[in-house]
């Protein structure tokens, strides 16, 4: 099964206008994180932001912020205000469970592309 | 501070060649995950090194290994290459001191492997 399932392969969005991208997610553990990142088309993961399985507050980062359902496992990332430089491929990405397990698990990507 | 480097950038071989590619992590960092990026596969988790030792492994074949040295940069290793070992092969570093969930991991900008 699919640990993490980012359902949408392509997204468009209007410049200054918000958008949500979509992330769920599967584990049995009851501690684990999930990560977003963006990757340009130069190649570099770049963080954005962090939901921690104990965190009740949804996580925010400047225009991003994170929809964080634990019971529907999803983690959907919402972008505020869309810039151009945000067209770019975005990862949800999950650490799951106690020391020693440290490796990401990534979702197949959405590429988002902002238009003018 | 410096971010992750990672050389070479690019790197052409043929089959059957083998190649070594390096990351240097964050000043202060000791932990460096190596991922592959393949359109086919998505980002995978190869492996993680603490302290020169191996401390996660992802499921990938012996012709792929590792190593990290005592100032904590790492190299990783590709024997007998084969075409579907072409792929961005990132590298990412994070203190990795921690036991908790959240570990963020800063991605170098890759090395790009074509095989021929």
């Known amino acids: 099964a699919q640990k993490i399932t980012q359902t949408q392969p392509g997204m468009f969005v209007q410049e200054k206008e918000a958008v949500t991208l979509d992330c769920t997610y599967d584990?049995?553990?009851?501690?684990?994180?999930l990560f977003w990142y963006k990757q340009p088309s130069s190649g570099e993961m770049i963080f954005l932001i962090y939901?921690?399985?104990?965190?009740?507050q949804n996580a925010t980062e400047g225009r991003y912020s994170l929809n964080f359902q634990k019971a529907r496992k999803s983690a959907n990332l919402v972008i505020s205000a869309s810039q151009l430089g945000d067209s770019a491929m975005y990862f949800c990405?999950?650490?799951?469970?106690?020391?020693?397990?440290?490796?990401?698990?990534f979702g197949s990507g959405t590429r988002l592309q902002v238009q003018p | 501070k410096a971010g992750v480097t990672q050389t070479p950038r690019y790197l052409i071989k043929t089959r059957g060649q083998q190649v070594t590619l390096s990351c240097s992590p964050i000043?202060?960092?000791?932990?460096v995950s190596w991922y592959q990026q393949t359109p086919g596969q998505g980002l995978q988790f190869l492996f993680e090194?603490?302290?020169?030792?191996?401390?996660n492994k992802g499921n990938f074949p012996g012709r792929f290994s590792g190593r990290q040295f005592s100032n904590s940069r790492s190299e990783m290793n590709v024997s007998t290459l084969e075409l579907g070992d072409s792929a961005l092969y990132l590298c990412?570093?994070?203190?990795?001191?921690?036991?908790?969930?959240?570990?963020?991991?800063?991605f170098g900008p890759g090395t790009r492997l074509t095989v021929l």
């Open positions: 990412a570093s994070s203190p990795g001191q921690d036991l908790s969930s959240y570990n963020e991991q800063f």
């Open positions: 584990t049995s553990d009851q501690s684990y994180g």
């Open positions: 939901q921690g399985s104990y965190d009740e």
């Open positions: 990405a999950m650490r799951e469970g106690p020391a020693g397990r440290r490796a990401l698990t």
């Open positions: 000043s202060g960092h000791r932990s």
């Open positions: 090194y603490f302290s020169e030792t191996q401390r």
